[in-house]
């Protein structure tokens, strides 16, 4: 299981009521997206983040350009989005793009970009990490908990 080994901190053992921080989400596979995007609002709410911005977008080929949009006027950024396998190479060409493409923001701008992409070989796998009733995962709040705990790492390296 892909679970396997990540941190016991919970979101509710932070302090982020200072942050600011958006969510961009995708819109296919909408019973897995409404999952993930209510396991980043309460994992938002446990760590009593201060303001919240949430954005849609079509896919999760476009969550790259709406993080990078944001990215400078939040504390951290969270993407959401589900591809799962077909029959052809679309595939690999979308999780290339956004992996890499999310990647690039954070690195460009220093912000934080919490990942919560599901890349799946099939509808299923994606339905047991999406924080539903009988999933195994709920990787919305593990992508918010990840983001806002390295964005609070940030805030205290200032110096």
Do not use: N
């Not at 909408?30 to 993930?36: E, F, K, W, Y």
């Not at 911005?53 to 400078?72: H, N």
């Not at 290339?96 to 919560?116: I, Q, R």
């Amino acid at each position: 299981m892909s679970g396997h080994g990540a941190p016991t901190i919970q979101a509710s053992d932070l302090d982020a009521s200072q942050l600011r921080v958006a969510v961009v989400a995708a819109s296919w596979h909408t019973t897995i997206m409404d999952g993930l995007v209510a396991g980043a609002r309460r994992a938002l709410q446990e760590s009593r983040v201060g303001s919240v911005v949430e954005v849609r977008v079509p896919g999760s080929f476009e969550l790259p350009v709406a993080a990078r949009r944001l990215a400078d006027s939040v504390d951290a950024v969270v993407a959401l989005g589900v591809v799962v396998r077909g029959g052809t190479p679309h595939f690999d060409y979308v999780c290339s793009a956004a992996t890499t493409g999310l990647t690039e923001v954070s690195v460009a701008t220093g912000t934080p970009v919490g990942f919560g992409v599901l890349t799946c070989d099939t509808e299923q796998q994606g339905l047991d990490r999406a924080g539903l009733e009988g999933s195994s995962e709920d990787k919305g709040y593990e992508a918010v908990h990840a983001a806002v705990s390295t964005a609070l790492t940030l805030r205290a390296l200032e110096i």
